[in-house]
């Protein structure tokens, strides 16, 4: 007999409970540890491409069903090769796929290998589709060759679904009869869900497409038309045309269109860029290489109804989309990580580009209005994050769709601006041009910016920089948020703290720069320009600064990323001095447009209808907001009744907008129903465009 030993009925209970616990916590354990073992060791089970391929070119056909098919789906069917070279030896390749079913070869294997150039491809041992991490995996029997090249081919269907990625479809109404066209959305994570590819944006490639379409369309794609000619395909009459090799490019710039769209305006640059506008679309355009696609209300503009804010979004959306055939086209960030590079660049090029086309504009002073301001709130909470990740830290679709935001536009544009108004725009220019020439057809991080920029300063004696690019702009890009920063007249101190919204905020993400800046300060004193005055540290002096009677103005212009403060006595001196110039001018200008505005918003249902065109489309949105506001249940359903029946994209949203106006919680929840019901409720039933 053993030793025994005894315990209480309570304490045993205990025991049992810790027991119980104790076996929860080892299966848990090794649940977990059994899931880590899996994610860390396969390849496929990491969602980035190992470095032992390289895709030389495709050649790809697909051909999309306008009509559903017997079983009530909409689909399309393709097949694709790739040439690609190995560069590492490896029994492996992985190459991105989502959502496709593929046609099995005689073996039962997803796709087919052969080698270019003479070169004997190893045999293929099996296949599989990894759905988590969206790859095909294909096991050789022998290893690929270092210097080969091979060519894989494959057959395949996918859905031609209407959720507005990858290959979608999109549909609306004409003369009362519905019209399906196919299009492309596939930045960032979707090429794969159109053809296999190796879809990371570094992995560029020419790509030669053909699309087989049905008769009355047409077919658009990347590259200029080569020629169109009519096929028989199961007693079926079915357009083919091919396209020119696309230039060596990322695979999520590829665009493919098939619509009974005409073109609207044929000019020379038509043959090297097409603009097209879609009736359902889900970013505001896409800069596809020499194909860029649209949301209706950034590219369709009526003056008769569009309001000159409508007028300003078209020209900064396509001046956007241009900018990027040169940023992110051209050179591409190596991964997306550094898609500030991409979007920074376009959104502050593309104010650029709509004050040279249209000057009168005055279009950059509404940088600090459109991308300044917005990013400040979002960059002043401790949840914000830097500009630029590391590499590692972004891997997952999911991941690499949450950096399309705001701190990657704006804030990306607005570092670049603040870059070059310190160095000047002509040393800028330079830069950039000396940048985009060496890495053209090619990718980049942003050091290789820093230094091309670097170049251009180091060989110009009028620029004078108190540290190198890399130190000053690390600073903004690698750390969250910006500083605010403090002015004190009675002595010349300045200083510079993180500005947080929530002053009481705890800040968790430490950073190597200890949220200082090397922040560069233009001033002026009673409308004198005083220069550029350099801040390196938490706190210094600077003698010109200190005052008692003389008004002091810091970042003029706000041309940099950070606030000012200042003591009492110069907030009071900068007021005295905003009331003397504006009030009157506000007084002047803007009364009377509230009295224009109280007149017809009052009269706004009695416009008999089809006429709304009477009320000026810069006015539009405030007329009919305040008619809805202060109107009921009839003001509403009117509004609704136009909206349903607006036959411009802009005019819908204009109205769909003055609906939310309304200050009856019933009425606003019938439109929260509606909007959740989806897209097909929202839809004006027929539109022109
Ligand atoms: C790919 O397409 C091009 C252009 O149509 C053609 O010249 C070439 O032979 C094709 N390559 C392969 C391997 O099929
Ligand atoms: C692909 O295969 C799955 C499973 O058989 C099926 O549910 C799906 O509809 C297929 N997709 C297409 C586009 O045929
Ligand atoms: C501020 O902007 C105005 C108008 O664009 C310009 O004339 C002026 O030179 C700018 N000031 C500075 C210091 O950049
Ligand atoms: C509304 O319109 C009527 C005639 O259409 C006009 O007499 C009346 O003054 C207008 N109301 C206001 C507030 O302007
Ligand atoms: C709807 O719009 C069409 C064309 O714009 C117009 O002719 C028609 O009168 C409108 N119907 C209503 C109810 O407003
Ligand atoms: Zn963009």
């Not at 209480?8 to 409970?17: E, M, N």
């Not at 090794?30 to 391929?53: G, H, T």
């Not at 609306?172 to 959305?185: P, S």
Request: aromatic share 12%; net charge neutral; glycine share 6%.
């Amino acid at each position: 007999m053993g030793k025994g030993f005894y315990i209480g009925k309570r304490l045993r209970l205990v025991f049992l409970v810790l027991g119980i616990s104790a076996v929860v916590s080892i299966l848990a354990l090794s649940v977990i540890y059994s899931q880590e073992k899996r994610k860390s060791n396969k390849p496929w089970d990491k969602y980035r491409l190992p470095d032992s391929l390289s895709p030389q070119f495709y050649n790809v056909t697909l051909w999309p069903r306008l009509v559903m098919d017997e079983r009530g789906m909409y689909f399309f069917t393709g097949t694709s090769g790739v040439a690609f070279t190995c560069l590492k030896e490896t029994d492996l390749i992985l190459i991105h796929s989502s959502k496709l079913n593929y046609t099995l070869t005689p073996q039962s294997h997803h796709a087919m290998l052969t080698g270019l150039g003479g070169t004997l491809a190893p045999a293929i041992v099996k296949t599989w589709l990894q759905t988590q991490t969206q790859f095909m995996v294909i096991h050789l029997k022998d290893k690929l060759q270092v210097g080969k090249s091979y060519w894989l081919h494959t057959e395949f269907r996918g859905e031609l679904s209407d959720d507005l990625g990858g290959f979608y479809r999109s549909e609306y109404v004409e003369n009362g009869v519905k019209k399906v066209l196919a299009t492309t959305q596939l930045q960032p994570t979707d090429a794969r869900k159109a053809f296999p590819c190796f879809d990371e944006p570094a992995m560029k490639a020419v790509f030669h497409i053909t699309l087989l379409h049905p008769p009355e369309t047409v077919a658009l794609s990347n590259g200029m038309e080569l020629g169109t000619e009519i096929i028989i395909i199961n007693n079926q009459e079915v357009l083919r045309t091919r396209f020119e090799p696309s230039a060596k490019m990322s695979s999520y710039l590829l665009a493919f269109v098939v619509s009974e769209f005409t073109n609207i305006q044929s000019s020379p640059e038509a043959d090297i860029l097409i603009n097209i506008a879609l009736p359902d679309f889900s970013a505001g355009a896409m800069e596809n290489w020499g194909l860029v696609t649209y949301r209706e209300t950034s590219l369709l503009y009526d003056p008769k109804v569009s309001s000159i804010a409508n007028r300003q979004l078209v020209a900064t959306v396509i001046s956007h989309e241009l900018a990027h055939m040169w940023f992110g086209n051209l050179v591409t960030m190596r991964w997306w990580n550094n898609v500030w590079l991409n979007e920074g660049f376009a959104t502050y090029v593309s104010y650029l580009g709509a004050d040279y086309a249209e000057p009168t504009w005055n279009i950059k002073d509404l940088m600090v209005l459109h991308e300044l301001q917005g990013v400040f709130e979002v960059d002043a909470l401790v949840s914000s994050h830097p500009l630029s990740s590391r590499e590692d830290e972004i891997s997952t679709p999911a991941h690499i769709n949450g950096l399309f935001d705001t701190i990657t536009y704006s804030k990306g544009a607005m570092v670049l601006r603040m870059l070059s108004e310190f160095l000047s725009e002509p040393i800028f220019a330079k830069g950039l041009s000396n940048y985009l020439q060496q890495f053209a057809y090619s990718t980049t991080v942003y050091t290789d910016l820093w230094k091309k920029l670097q170049e251009v300063v180091d060989g110009d004696s009028s620029v004078h920089l108190p540290e190198s690019i890399k130190e000053i702009m690390n600073r903004w890009i690698l750390q969250m948020g910006y500083p605010v920063v403090t002015v004190n007249t009675n002595t010349g101190g300045i200083s510079q703290q993180h500005f947080l919204m929530d002053s009481e905020a705890k800040v968790d993400s430490p950073s190597e720069y200890n949220y200082e800046w090397y922040v560069p300060i233009t001033w002026m004193k009673k409308g004198v320009n005083m220069g550029q005055h350099w801040l390196l540290s938490k706190t210094a002096t600077h003698e010109p600064m200190r005052t008692n009677t003389e008004w002091v103005l810091a970042n003029v212009n706000v041309t940099g990323y950070f606030r000012v403060n200042y003591d009492p006595q110069n907030w009071e001196r900068l007021l005295t001095q905003l009331s003397l110039d504006h009030k009157m001018y506000l007084r002047g200008k803007v009364q009377p447009l509230f009295d224009h505005f109280r007149v017809i918003t009052s009269n706004w249902t009695q416009i008999p209808s089809g006429h709304m065109d009477r009320i000026h489309p810069d006015l539009k949105r405030t007329v009919y907001c305040n008619a809805i506001a202060s109107g009921g249940v009839e003001e509403w359903d009117f509004g609704w009744k136009m909206f349903k029946n607006a036959s411009i994209a802009a005019e819908a949203m204009t109205l769909l907008f003055a609906l939310s106006c309304s200050k009856e919680p019933w009425l606003l929840n019938r439109q929260a129903k509606v909007i959740d019901r989806g897209f097909d409720a929202l839809r004006p039933p027929e539109r022109f465009r």
